[in-house]
């Protein structure tokens, strides 16, 4: 307690007696100490002690620094006193940027809370003349954060989160951009594990950004106001750094965790702030190409550059054909993809023989496919039925198969050009009415019926978990079934065996 208050009064001290400028020194030498309290004291009281010095201009010099002139009257010696400020300044800065690797979350969120607030005073109260009537954001120390929160050996999601409010600033969002792609370009050389840490913080940070949607929206800044005519103030140079530093980030060794997180944003987040979402083209189609959770999740992005930006890709439906596998009915994104491919064929302009091959192929799958999933994929197909009645002679169809021998659907054909869908039948949603789960029996029974009007809504069955089924059906109210018509008299009935059953199987002479 004593070394704490001694921390507070060598502070005053400093603030109200220049002889006490040493004091400065020795508070800088606590922000090392192994005890927390004397750390936390300490920087509180730097805080005080700079905010101070930079709000009253008692650093701020002419940019040219004077060797000679020892007195404090002198001009050049006050001008020394200033740079020599300005060099514990810089001490300061350096030993807060330690501090935010402290095994002490606490002393971690004070340290970037701190730097942050100087940052802003000396954004606003720069340290040279020159700087002074124009905006000048200072990159140093937010360089020394970024150093920091974007480790290669550690992670900083928990820093991370507490640097959101600081994003929302164009100012600091727009220089953290620039920063962050000038680090990532220098990493592709480093070792795999580092590289995958630096990608697991640098992909923390580029999930809080939210860019301005317009020139007007940029108009809060951390520090002084810029001039119209200041890059920070132009909408489409922060579409431009955006932009940089995505193709930056997606040029590195992404790990699987990191590659499926930017797919799940991509669409949404990402390509509507970019300058050309077309740049993102060789990225998606490789995506889409690596198969499983990988290309479930890259279909998104990949189809709105096709719907709005005019991408040719004609194999589109083919590679989403190709999707279709057991597996997807067990995937962790089941309801995603078939909400995305649900949206994929709703275009009534899609071939019939596509639509066809689709279904069929689906219908296949169901045979195969959980009890939940079936309660959604059922009307699923009805609804491509619905909206494509040509394709209906798959339900109606005499004289199709009735089995899967006689079946002339090629369930090993990759193109759904080439499978025969349309020569085939719907034979297995016909045995689907003798599942054993009554809901998928009673949904299988919409195919013989005449469909409605109004197209099912699959969308609240896409997360339909097979306990949501168990408790579905514990919670139904079950008529009472009689097993026995006649109520028994007994445990045997001695009648039908001439009264004496006993004599039967037993001889008791």
């Known amino acids: 307690m004593e070394k ?12 109200n ?74 001490d300061c800065i350096k030993c807060l940027s330690r501090l935010l690797e402290s095994e002490s979350l606490h002393i971690q969120k004070l340290a970037l809370t701190t730097l942050m607030k100087l940052l ?33 050996t550690s992670n900083m999601s928990v820093l991370i989160g507490r640097f959101q409010e ?4 164009d100012d600091v969002r727009y220089e953290v951009l620039i920063q962050l ?57 922060h579409k431009r750094v955006f932009t940089n530093t995505w193709l930056q980030f997606l040029r590195l060794p992404l790990s699987t965790g990191v590659y499926k997180r930017v797919l799940i944003m991509l669409h949404e987040s990402v390509m509507p702030h970019m300058t050309n979402p077309l740049l993102l083209t060789d990225f998606l189609t490789a995506s889409y190409n690596i198969g499983g959770a990988i290309s479930l999740l890259a279909l998104h992005g990949l189809f709105l550059l096709i719907s709005q930006y005019n991408l040719e890709y004609p194999e589109f439906y083919k590679k989403l054909y190709g999707l279709l596998e057991p597996s ?25 023989y596509l639509v066809a091959a689709f279904a069929k192929r689906l219908s296949r ?6 009890p939940p999933a079936l309660e959604m994929l059922i009307p699923f197909i009805c609804n491509l039925l619905m909206r494509h009645p040509t394709c209906q002679i798959l339900v109606h169809n005499v004289d199709g198969p009735n089995d899967v021998s006689s079946d002339p659907y090629v369930m090993s054909e990759p193109d759904p050009a080439k499978c025969h869908a349309m020569e085939s039948s719907l034979w297995e949603l016909e045995s689907l009415k003798s599942h054993y789960h009554p809901g998928v029996a009673t949904a299988a029974g919409l195919i013989g019926r005449p469909f409605p009007k109004v197209e099912f809504d699959v969308a609240e069955k896409l997360e339909l978990t097979t306990e949501e089924l168990i408790t579905k059906e514990v919670k139904k109210k079950q008529k009472t079934v009689a097993l026995e018509y006649n109520t028994p008299k007994g445990l045997f009935d001695a009648s039908k065996y001439g009264g004496n059953f006993r004599d039967l199987y037993w001889n008791t002479s």
């Open 365 to 370: 799958l169901a045979l195969t496919a959980p």
């Open 181 to 237: 792609a000038n680090q990532m370009g220098s990493q592709r050389s480093r070792e795999q594990v580092a590289v995958a840490t630096f990608c697991n913080n640098c992909m923390s940070i580029l999930e809080l950004i939210t860019m301005p949607t317009s020139e007007d929206d940029i108009d809060n800044f951390l520090g002084q106001s810029p001039s119209s005519q200041d890059k920070v103030k132009s909408f489409k140079e």
């Open 328 to 352: 997807t009915f067990h995937a962790k994104y089941r309801a995603r993809f078939f909400h995305l491919t649900d949206l994929f064929l709703s275009s009534t302009h899609i071939p019939a």
């Open 17 to 90: 007696d220049r002889k006490q400028a040493n004091n400065l020194v020795e508070i800088l030498e606590l922000l090392q100490s192994d005890e927390n309290k004397v750390v936390v004291t300490s920087m509180k009281v730097v805080l005080k002690i700079f905010s101070h010095l930079l709000s009253s201009d008692k650093m701020l010099t002419t940019g040219t620094k004077h060797k000679n002139g020892t007195e404090t009257d002198n001009p050049e010696a006050e001008d020394q006193y200033k740079y020599w400020l300005q060099e514990r300044y810089h």
């Open 120 to 152: 802003q005073l000396e954004c606003r109260n720069p340290l040279r003349k020159k700087d002074k009537d124009s905006y000048n954001f200072q990159p140093m120390i937010l360089q020394n954060v970024l150093n920091k929160v974007v480790s290669k």
């Open 166 to 169: 600081y994003l929302e600033y």
């Open 4 to 15: 704490v208050t001694g921390i507070r009064e060598k502070g005053e001290q400093f603030l």
